[in-house]
């Protein structure tokens, strides 16, 4: 194709693009062959491999990875047809198919791959969870070895990451760009459904269908199995405001919204023109203490204020039950097979019981500060009643209510606090289950045991899911012992869409492919 500068590309855009403020008014119905989409945060960039930001369902579109997962969060095989490791866990062969083409005509082999490889382990926003992996060698066209230091068993799982993620660039494309980002439609080169038709940053992203994509095979399921792509454009808008996506939406200016707010919910859901998908869990609430120093560093105590959380009660203050659950895990529920429900034995909700532990522990009314950010919204509702139960069980608690840029940074400085909120919503593999075991400086909580340690080397370097699965059961208990933060519950995601919008997936994030319009 005829290469543009980013100048003129970008002039080209402007003059194409019809701007925000002319969608703002009266209704009109978008065309047939056509959605339009309005999500609350940019796009930003579609440089997959770098960014861990959301939308990534919306890159997904466009880049993909040899792995992708499933809605259990399983990997699948997707630009690679299949994978085995060797006898000694230090050799994975990877198989690609041989049918797929990038969005400029040319064939994917084996030399993009291992180009896309040199990029990913210098710019990947999750490449150190690969570090093991020395080398990638081309074996032939459609043939790749990785070769390990140690044994990997999660291999896959880090290949199919949703963010961060190892996707596959044609090799031209990164022998132009190096390490620089990926900025100019002209590099925007993948093997998805949809290629990057219009970019004008922080308002409108137009993605035309692939009519050369070629199915992965099989049913589809989260990033995983066939992308259908039965809309021509999927037009991406930015709309931040909560009130103005919301009206965007029921004015009939855009057909689906990602994020309807919990308080809005109801009143989309009764409109006849519109309704409300529950399509993920996808915010967590939870609780940590600090530990490390303060009257929390008494494992009685923080057992006292554990007893007392009714969680379903906190909860409620978040909004109706009907998009929120209560999860004390680590992970969400859907992430099949490393979820545990061991820690529900955990919240026996008893106040009583919880001032005798008070009186028990070495808690003598010193000031507890509970660090909090009306900024985070979700999770800042439960801050009330948790101060409440914390008063109702005798402890001296002080709100420090913060804006969201100091709550980020005062949070490493550990003499700064002794209790705050929480919460996030990423999809992540069981490696990431080491964050609910350290402070944000990275340095391990008190207490936790050697057993912590060796039962997620057994998740790293294993590659049997069933020993795996033991050790993720195993983990949870110790998690639940050491009571170092309290998971409350999970949020749901909610879409937004128009009465005539049909298949709107209920998997974690809106994944665009498969959705069509009457």
């Known amino acids: 194709m005829e290469r543009l500068t980013k100048v003129t590309l970008l002039v080209l855009v402007v003059a194409l693009v019809v701007p925000a403020a002319a969608w703002a ?5 978008p065309a047939p062959d056509s959605l339009i989409v309005a999500y609350p945060q940019d796009v930003a960039t579609f440089d997959i491999m770098t960014t861990t930001s ?3 369902e919306v890159r ?3 880049f993909e990875p040899l792995f992708a997962p499933d809605e259990s969060i399983l990997p699948q095989p997707h630009l690679a047809s299949s994978a085995e490791m060797s006898e000694d866990g230090l050799t994975w062969t990877f198989h690609l198919r041989r049918d797929v083409v990038f969005h400029d005509g040319q064939p994917m082999t084996s030399a993009d791959v291992v180009a896309s490889w040199g990029r990913y382990r210098e710019v990947g926003a999750r ?3 690969l570090q093991r992996v020395n080398e990638v060698v081309a074996i032939d066209d459609h043939t790749v070895e990785f070769r390990l230091s140690a044994p990997l068993g999660s291999i896959l799982e880090s290949l199919a990451a949703t963010g961060g993620c190892f996707a596959i660039y044609p090799k031209w494309v990164i022998d132009e760009i190096g390490t620089d980002d990926l900025v100019n439609v ?7 459904p949809y290629m990057v038709d219009q970019i004008v940053p922080e308002e409108r992203y137009v993605l035309r269908r692939f009519e050369n994509y070629t199915q992965p095979g099989g049913e589809p399921s989260f990033l995983a199995g066939n992308r259908y792509a039965p809309m021509e454009i999927i037009d991406i808008r930015v709309i931040p405001d909560d009130a103005t996506r919301v009206a965007a939406l029921e004015a009939g200016d855009v057909d689906l919204i990602q994020t309807v707010p919990l308080d809005d919910a109801k009143r989309v859901d009764q409109n006849p023109n519109t309704y409300v ?6 915010y967590r609430i939870y609780y940590k203490f600090n530990p490390s120093q303060g009257p929390f560093s008494d494992p009685v105590l923080r057992e006292a204020l554990r007893t007392a959380v009714d969680p379903e009660e906190l909860m409620l203050a978040v909004g109706d039950p009907e998009y929120w659950r209560v999860n004390h895990a680590m992970r969400y529920q859907e992430e099949q097979w490393m979820w545990s429900d061991y820690a529900f034995d955990y919240f026996p909700a008893n106040i009583q019981r919880a001032r005798e532990l008070v009186q028990q522990s070495d808690y003598n009314g010193e000031l507890i500060r509970f660090m909090a950010s009306p900024g985070r919204a979700l999770e800042y509702r439960t801050v009330v009643p948790m101060d409440q139960i914390m008063r109702d069980i005798g402890l001296n608690v002080e709100i420090m209510s913060v804006d969201a840029a100091t709550f980020a940074a005062v949070r490493r400085q550990l003499d700064q606090w002794e209790f705050k909120h929480a919460g996030g919503g990423s999809m992540v593999g069981p490696v990431y289950l ?3 075991a350290q402070d944000r400086t990275g340095q391990f909580w008190p207490g936790v045991s050697d057993d912590w340690h060796e039962l997620m080397e057994v998740l790293v370097e294993e590659v049997d899911q069933d020993v795996r699965a033991q050790a993720i059961e195993r983990l949870h208990q110790l998690h639940a012992e050491a009571n170092h933060e309290m998971w409350i519950g999970d949020v749901f995601e909610l879409a937004g869409a128009r009465s005539n919008v049909r298949n709107v997936p209920p ?8 959705i069509e319009k009457d």
């Open 25 to 29: 008014g009266g209704a009109r119905e």
């Open 54 to 56: 959301p939308p990534n």
């Open 60 to 62: 997904h579109m466009v």
């Open 127 to 129: 490449a150190w969870e």
């Open 186 to 192: 002209e590099h925007i080169v993948g093997t998805g």
């Open 277 to 282: 998908e529950i399509t993920s869990p996808g």
């Open 434 to 436: 080491d964050s609910s």
């Open 507 to 514: 998997w974690f994030k809106l994944v665009l492919w498969n």
